[in-house]
């Protein structure tokens, strides 16, 4: 590098950050999405203390120079046993009670959705990573027959009714019948898996002819990550990513834009029948004051509101149609 400042020697970690923008190529290395070899380091992930027991290797997170699908490399490698840990009791955080009701409605919501955009009658409806069975409990009260399936089991009460079926397993060793389901849900699932192509595959087996996979995930290519990169920036964390965070709460290993949505949807055989870019109005309320996620979004909350209108917002929901 050109040094424009004879006497002033260069920190060798400013060297290191501009060679993680180049174009990289390795045979070892392809996009977990669409096989491609071509890739950019985007930084180093964020660790919390939670996760240190479970760091093995020089982790860094890359991206698709293809499809722009965000992922770890090497590949994470955790036992089942490893991820109960880490998805165990302490997942979900201490919920204000505004976002306690907030989920609910949003569960709500998210049926909606997928309902108009369907045009025939959904019976047979799978969560994928049902987590607490807030859609369980709002699809069996469509009369949908309802079944969940999660590594980890932290239903709430009223999702542990009769009528609502639940399995303690992964998918893909679950064996469901081809076929069978009208709608599959995956809310806040797919970047939480280190092969989320052989899980759209295994959905596209066990749906109906035409049957529909909701997915929702976050968009990477948000306004807010773009002003994380610029606080990264300006406070010495040059070197870290501001892309997905596979060892900090939720432990995102994959992440998503429109584009490796689009990608994703075309190598399992689906069609993109609609997509939704959003996010929580106000999401400091999900927070106590005590929190600094609290400030933090409160601080950030012109930046959410620009995001409306650049359409960069947080999330994306997609409804995938088996063809
Ligand atoms: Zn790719």
Not at 22 to 42: G, H, M, W
Not at 103 to 121: G, T, Y
Not at 238 to 252: A, E, G, V, W
Request: hydrophobic share 40%.
């Amino acid at each position: 590098m050109l040094n424009l400042f004879p006497g002033f020697k260069l920190k060798s970690n400013t060297r290191n950050f501009n060679l993680m923008y180049e174009q990289l190529k390795d045979n070892n290395i392809s996009c977990p999405v669409c096989n491609s070899k071509a890739f950019k380091k985007t930084g180093k992930p964020e660790i919390e203390d939670k996760s240190l027991g479970f760091i093995r290797h020089n982790y860094f997170v890359a991206e698709c120079s293809a499809c722009n699908y965000y992922f770890v490399y090497p590949p994470i490698d955790f036992s089942i046993q490893e991820w109960n840990k880490l998805y165990g009791d302490s997942y979900f955080p201490q919920m204000t009670a505004w976002h306690k009701k907030q989920r609910v409605v949003d569960a709500k919501k998210r049926l909606d959705w997928i309902k108009s955009n369907c045009n025939f009658e959904i019976k047979n409806f799978l969560d994928v990573g049902c987590g607490e069975g807030l859609a369980l409990v709002e699809a069996d009260s469509r009369g949908w027959s309802a079944e969940g399936i999660d590594i980890t089991d932290n239903r709430i009460e009223p999702a542990k009714k009769d009528g609502i079926k639940f399995i303690n397993a992964d998918l893909i060793s679950s064996r469901f019948p081809g076929e069978y389901f009208d709608c599959a849900y995956m809310d806040s699932v797919l970047e939480h898996l280190t092969d989320p192509v052989a899980y759209l595959i295994e959905l596209n087996r066990i749906l109906k002819r035409n049957g529909v996979v909701y997915i929702g995930v976050p968009n990477e290519d948000s306004l807010f990550n773009i002003v994380k990169r610029i606080l990264y920036n300006l406070t010495g964390k040059k070197n870290i990513s501001s892309k997905i965070k596979p060892f900090m709460l939720p432990y995102h290993v994959g992440g998503f834009n429109k584009k490796s949505i689009i990608k994703i949807a075309q190598v399992t055989n689906f069609e993109v029948a609609a997509t939704h870019n959003f996010a929580s109005r106000f999401e400091f309320r999900k927070y106590k004051p005590s929190a600094k996620g609290f400030w933090l979004h409160l601080f950030l909350l012109p930046v959410d509101l620009l995001a409306i209108i650049l359409r960069r917002e947080a999330y994306y929901e997609a409804l995938l149609k088996k063809q």
